[in-house]
C-alpha cells in the first residue's frame, strides 16, 4: 500500500478550517511535518512542527493542525502564508502544498480562495476615511511560477471611482485608472489617504471636495465615506485576520482619574505614599451601521489595539492600549440602533501627554472664551 492522503486537501485553508489530516502507509511510522514554504519560489520548505506518529492497521491521523498554525502565525504576526505537509516513511515521500489564512472564527459565505483571490483582508467593505486618516489595505498575492522567468512581472490594476461636491453644489463621479508593476508575491498593503485620492482628480474641475470614493486592486474592491465630523476617535487594531485595520468611530469621550494611596500618621499631619494614579477613558460611540456594530467587535476583542493620537506617526509607534471593559449589543432589526460603549486606558503605567508646536496661526485666530 502506498503512502497517500486519505484526507480530500484543498489548495487553500482558514485557519479555523484545516481538516485533521489521515494517513494511509504500508510502513510501521511516518514522520509528519508542517513547513512554511519559501515565498519568492516555493522550493524550500522551513520546518515549524515536525513529529513522528506510528500507523495503526496502516493509518495514522493528525489531530489539532489548526492550533499549531495559528499559534505560529500569531508569534510570527503573519495574516496568510504558504504552508506544505511533508510526510515521509522509510520508503516513500509525501508532500501537499496549500495556503493557510489567518482566522480564529468560522468564515461564513466565503471560502478561503476567493478571501485570498477577490477581497482585501477585511470583513466590511464599507467605511469611513477622515482627512488626516491613513487606512491600510491588504490582500494576498499567490505564488505564480510564470514570473519566475526573467522579463515577467505581476501587474497591478487601480482603479478609482471618486465622487467629488463641485463649488456649484453639483455632483461628479470621476475615474482614474492607474497600473503598475510589482515583484513579489504574498501579503500586499496599500495605504488610502484622501489627498492621494485627491491626486487621482484633474485639475480641470477647480475647486471641489470628495464625497466618497472607491478603490479596485485587480479583483478587490472597498468603499470609503469622507467624514468631517470633529468627533471621531481612530484606533488601530489587529483584525480577525491578524493585519491592521483602521476603525474610525464617530463618539464621544470621558476622561476618569482615579488615584490610591496609603497614609501614615506622622503627629497630626497625614502623608500619603505609594500615590497610583489610573487614568481610563470611557467611549461612547453614535449610532452604527450593522455591518459595522460587527465589525467594531474585533475592535474591543483584538489582542492588540493601538490608538491614534499624533499625525503623521507609524502604527507601530503609537501609544498601546487596553480595552478594559466594554458593552454592547448588536441588533440586525431593520432600522435598529447600534451602539458600542467601552473603556480603555492605556498600556503603560505612564500615562501620555500630548504637545503640540506653536504655529503662526496662534497670533491671529480669534479667542472664544466660554460662558460669554
Given at each position: 500500500m502506498a503512502l497517500s492522503f486519505t484526507t480530500n486537501l484543498g489548495d487553500a485553508y482558514f485557519t479555523s478550517e484545516i481538516p485533521d489530516v489521515g494517513i494511509s502507509t504500508s510502513t510501521q511510522w511516518v514522520d509528519f511535518t508542517i513547513a512554511r514554504l519559501r515565498h519568492d519560489t516555493h522550493d524550500t520548505f522551513y520546518a515549524i512542527f515536525t513529529t513522528r506518529y506510528y500507523a495503526v492497521n496502516g493509518a495514522v491521523t493528525v489531530l489539532d493542525i489548526h492550533s499549531i498554525l495559528e499559534n505560529y502565525m500569531l508569534v510570527e504576526q503573519m495574516s496568510a502564508g504558504d504552508f506544505c505537509f511533508f510526510v515521509e516513511s522509510e520508503t516513500e515521500s509525501l508532500r501537499h502544498d496549500m495556503t493557510i489564512v489567518f482566522c480564529k472564527s468560522l468564515p461564513q459565505g466565503?471560502?478561503?480562495?476567493?478571501?485570498?483571490?477577490?477581497?482585501?483582508?477585511?470583513?466590511?467593505?464599507?467605511?469611513?476615511?477622515?482627512?488626516?486618516?491613513?487606512?491600510?489595505?491588504?490582500?494576498?498575492?499567490?505564488?505564480?511560477?510564470?514570473?519566475?522567468?526573467?522579463?515577467?512581472?505581476?501587474?497591478?490594476?487601480?482603479?478609482?471611482?471618486?465622487?467629488?461636491?463641485?463649488e456649484n453644489g453639483q455632483t461628479e463621479t470621476v475615474t482614474s485608472i492607474t497600473g503598475g508593476r510589482a515583484s513579489g508575491w504574498g501579503l500586499q498593503r496599500y495605504d488610502v489617504t484622501l489627498a492621494n485620492v485627491m491626486g487621482q482628480v484633474s485639475a480641470s474641475y477647480g475647486a471641489f471636495s470628495v464625497v466618497s470614493f472607491s478603490i479596485s486592486i485587480n479583483d478587490r474592491r472597498t468603499t470609503f465615506f469622507v467624514d468631517r465630523r470633529h468627533s471621531q476617535r481612530q484606533f488601530y487594531f489587529r483584525n480577525a485576520f491578524n493585519v491592521w485595520e483602521l476603525a474610525i468611530i464617530p463618539a464621544s469621550q470621558k476622561s476618569k482619574v482615579e488615584s490610591d494611596s496609603s497614609m501614615a500618621l506622622c503627629g497630626d499631619t497625614y502623608i500619603p505614599y505609594d500615590i497610583q494614579h489610573t487614568r481610563t477613558f470611557e467611549v461612547q460611540t453614535a449610532s452604527l451601521l450593522l455591518a459595522h456594530a460587527r465589525w467594531f467587535e474585533q475592535l474591543v476583542t483584538s489582542p492588540e489595539i493601538r490608538i491614534k493620537d499624533i499625525a503623521g506617526t507609524a502604527v507601530e509607534s503609537l501609544p498601546q492600549i487596553l480595552i478594559v471593559d466594554y458593552d454592547y449589543e448588536v441588533d440586525d432589526a431593520p432600522g435598529a440602533v447600534n451602539a458600542f460603549t467601552f473603556t480603555w486606558k492605556y498600556a503603560d503605567s505612564r500615562s501620555y501627554l500630548n504637545l503640540s508646536y506653536i504655529t503662526a496661526g496662534v497670533f491671529s485666530e480669534q479667542f472664544s472664551p466660554q460662558f460669554l
Amino acid at each position: 500500500m502506498a503512502l497517500s492522503f486519505t484526507t480530500n486537501l484543498g489548495d487553500a485553508y482558514f485557519t479555523s478550517e484545516i481538516p485533521d489530516v489521515g494517513i494511509s502507509t504500508s510502513t510501521q511510522w511516518v514522520d509528519f511535518t508542517i513547513a512554511r514554504l519559501r515565498h519568492d519560489t516555493h522550493d524550500t520548505f522551513y520546518a515549524i512542527f515536525t513529529t513522528r506518529y506510528y500507523a495503526v492497521n496502516g493509518a495514522v491521523t493528525v489531530l489539532d493542525i489548526h492550533s499549531i498554525l495559528e499559534n505560529y502565525m500569531l508569534v510570527e504576526q503573519m495574516s496568510a502564508g504558504d504552508f506544505c505537509f511533508f510526510v515521509e516513511s522509510e520508503t516513500e515521500s509525501l508532500r501537499h502544498d496549500m495556503t493557510i489564512v489567518f482566522c480564529k472564527s468560522l468564515p461564513q459565505g466565503v471560502s478561503a480562495s476567493e478571501m485570498i483571490n477577490k477581497h482585501f483582508l477585511t470583513s466590511v467593505y464599507q467605511r469611513f476615511i477622515t482627512p488626516d486618516a491613513t487606512v491600510p489595505l491588504y490582500y494576498y498575492q499567490p505564488f505564480n511560477s510564470a514570473c519566475l522567468s526573467p522579463g515577467y512581472y505581476r501587474v497591478v490594476t487601480y482603479i478609482f471611482r471618486i465622487v467629488i461636491l463641485l463649488e456649484n453644489g453639483q455632483t461628479e463621479t470621476v475615474t482614474s485608472i492607474t497600473g503598475g508593476r510589482a515583484s513579489g508575491w504574498g501579503l500586499q498593503r496599500y495605504d488610502v489617504t484622501l489627498a492621494n485620492v485627491m491626486g487621482q482628480v484633474s485639475a480641470s474641475y477647480g475647486a471641489f471636495s470628495v464625497v466618497s470614493f472607491s478603490i479596485s486592486i485587480n479583483d478587490r474592491r472597498t468603499t470609503f465615506f469622507v467624514d468631517r465630523r470633529h468627533s471621531q476617535r481612530q484606533f488601530y487594531f489587529r483584525n480577525a485576520f491578524n493585519v491592521w485595520e483602521l476603525a474610525i468611530i464617530p463618539a464621544s469621550q470621558k476622561s476618569k482619574v482615579e488615584s490610591d494611596s496609603s497614609m501614615a500618621l506622622c503627629g497630626d499631619t497625614y502623608i500619603p505614599y505609594d500615590i497610583q494614579h489610573t487614568r481610563t477613558f470611557e467611549v461612547q460611540t453614535a449610532s452604527l451601521l450593522l455591518a459595522h456594530a460587527r465589525w467594531f467587535e474585533q475592535l474591543v476583542t483584538s489582542p492588540e489595539i493601538r490608538i491614534k493620537d499624533i499625525a503623521g506617526t507609524a502604527v507601530e509607534s503609537l501609544p498601546q492600549i487596553l480595552i478594559v471593559d466594554y458593552d454592547y449589543e448588536v441588533d440586525d432589526a431593520p432600522g435598529a440602533v447600534n451602539a458600542f460603549t467601552f473603556t480603555w486606558k492605556y498600556a503603560d503605567s505612564r500615562s501620555y501627554l500630548n504637545l503640540s508646536y506653536i504655529t503662526a496661526g496662534v497670533f491671529s485666530e480669534q479667542f472664544s472664551p466660554q460662558f460669554l
